[in-house]
């Protein structure tokens, strides 16, 4: 969705059709932030179910050496494109080795890392606070609660900004987009820790999908001030409903389900080069002439995915294999 969606705005020629494309697939980002919370938080309570407690520090490092590598593989190439090729030759900003650049003002470059920075937030913090709550023997629902809570009371009383296409620290910034990962975390607390409450929530969301769907497919008709305050949310809803459909209904499948499988487990390192590939692509359809647009589209989605893979197998799985052996995903003895 999010690969579609930045194919569309690059396109040569504007088409009415790019550009709801573009507006639908930007919720991509949402539904990933929903899965990873869901994705982490299955994680952290098989975990903790297994050995009784969570050893925080290993935890959060097994994330960082997970989504850490390969991004620092790509921030390079990604500021020397900028350096040597867009006007200004704008330096280095020192934040992107910090996972700050997401609360900078207008980011600078490499714009798709803004939700790497919100993830490693989300792996650093949530984990941690979870810990704490259960070592108080406070419920950790009313936790869940209090944080989806934050980013649409930050969003409707202490920002300005009421456009998402701004871009900018006041849509970008990590306290105004944990509606999803919250969501997804919570889910899977209740998901393995109360099993009564999801299969209740099972049952609604059979019939809940396809109001979900309808709502995301009008969503464009949302007023921007109104989807800037609760649009974030109201994504993170729906696409938990679609979550749990996945996970009550084993018998469904995807099409094609090998070909799949390859393209989710290289989907992290054609998020991180994308961009830079997608530049390329329309820099040559561009010499096409009348042709660029018919050109653009097959020369793009080819490359992005034959660079993804071939990052995949030369930086990501390498990094993973470094990683497991570093600090293994079974504790020792």
Same mark, same amino acid.
């Given at each position: 969705?999010?690969?579609?969606?930045?194919?569309?705005? #690059?396109?040569?020629?504007?088409?009415?059709?790019?550009?709801?494309?573009? %507006? !639908?697939?930007?919720?991509?980002?949402?539904?990933?932030?929903?899965?990873?919370?869901?994705?982490?938080?299955?994680?952290?309570?098989? /975990?903790?179910?297994?050995?009784?407690?969570?050893? @925080?520090?290993?935890?959060?490092?097994?994330?960082?050496?997970? *989504? #850490?590598?390969?991004?620092?593989?790509?921030?390079?190439?990604?500021?020397?494109?900028?350096?040597?090729?867009?006007?200004?030759?704008?330096?280095?900003?020192?934040? +992107?080795? &910090?996972?700050?650049?997401? +609360?900078?003002?207008?980011?600078?470059? +490499?714009? &798709?890392?803004?939700?790497?920075?919100?993830? /490693?937030?989300?792996?650093?913090?949530?984990? $941690?606070?979870?810990?704490?709550?259960?070592?108080?023997?406070?419920?950790?629902?009313?936790?869940?609660?209090?944080?989806?809570?934050?980013?649409?009371?930050?969003?409707?009383?202490?920002? *300005? *900004?009421?456009?998402?296409?701004?871009?900018?620290?006041?849509?970008?910034?990590?306290?105004?987009?944990?509606?999803?990962?919250?969501?997804?975390?919570?889910?899977?607390?209740?998901?393995?820790?109360?099993?009564?409450?999801?299969?209740?929530?099972?049952?609604?969301?059979?019939?809940?999908?396809?109001?979900?769907?309808?709502?995301?497919?009008?969503?464009?008709?949302?007023?921007?001030?109104?989807?800037?305050? @609760?649009?974030?949310?109201? #994504?993170?809803?729906?696409?938990?409903?679609?979550?749990?459909?996945?996970?009550?209904?084993?018998? %469904?499948?995807?099409?094609?389900?090998?070909?799949?499988?390859?393209?989710?487990?290289?989907?992290?390192?054609?998020?991180?080069?994308?961009?830079?590939? !997608?530049?390329?692509?329309?820099?040559? $359809?561009?010499?096409?002439?009348?042709?660029? /647009?018919?050109?653009? %589209?097959?020369?793009?989605?080819? *490359?992005?995915?034959?660079?993804?893979?071939?990052?995949?197998?030369?930086?990501?799985?390498?990094? #993973?294999? @470094?990683?497991?052996?570093?600090?293994?995903?079974?504790?020792?003895?």
């Amino acid at each position: 969705m999010v690969v579609l969606a930045h194919v569309a705005v #690059m396109c040569p020629v504007r088409r009415p059709w790019a550009i709801t494309l573009s %507006w !639908i697939g930007q919720f991509g980002v949402d539904l990933f932030f929903v899965l990873s919370g869901w994705l982490i938080g299955g994680l952290f309570w098989a /975990e903790r179910a297994r050995y009784g407690t969570v050893i @925080w520090p290993r935890f959060f490092l097994r994330r960082a050496l997970r *989504t #850490m590598p390969p991004y620092f593989a790509v921030l390079p190439v990604a500021w020397l494109a900028v350096r040597l090729f867009a006007p200004g030759r704008t330096p280095f900003d020192f934040s +992107y080795l &910090v996972f700050l650049q997401n +609360y900078r003002d207008k980011i600078p470059y +490499y714009a &798709v890392s803004w939700s790497l920075c919100v993830e /490693e937030h989300f792996y650093l913090f949530l984990p $941690a606070l979870a810990l704490l709550v259960l070592a108080w023997r406070i419920p950790p629902p009313l936790l869940f609660a209090t944080l989806f809570a934050v980013s649409p009371l930050c969003r409707i009383f202490f920002e *300005t *900004t009421r456009n998402f296409n701004d871009f900018n620290r006041g849509v970008l910034a990590t306290h105004l987009r944990l509606d999803g990962l919250v969501l997804g975390f919570w889910a899977s607390y209740v998901h393995a820790c109360q099993p009564w409450a999801w299969a209740r929530f099972a049952r609604c969301a059979r019939w809940l999908w396809m109001p979900a769907l309808g709502l995301l497919m009008l969503s464009p008709a949302i007023p921007d001030a109104a989807f800037y305050c @609760w649009g974030p949310t109201l #994504m993170a809803v729906i696409f938990l409903v679609i979550i749990g459909i996945a996970v009550v209904a084993p018998s %469904w499948r995807l099409p094609a389900p090998a070909a799949v499988q390859r393209l989710a487990g290289m989907s992290y390192s054609i998020y991180l080069t994308h961009s830079l590939v !997608i530049h390329i692509a329309r820099a040559a $359809a561009l010499r096409g002439g009348a042709w660029a /647009e018919a050109i653009y %589209w097959p020369l793009a989605l080819v *490359t992005i995915v034959g660079v993804g893979w071939t990052f995949c197998r030369l930086v990501e799985i390498p990094s #993973m294999r @470094w990683r497991d052996r570093l600090v293994p995903s079974v504790r020792r003895a």
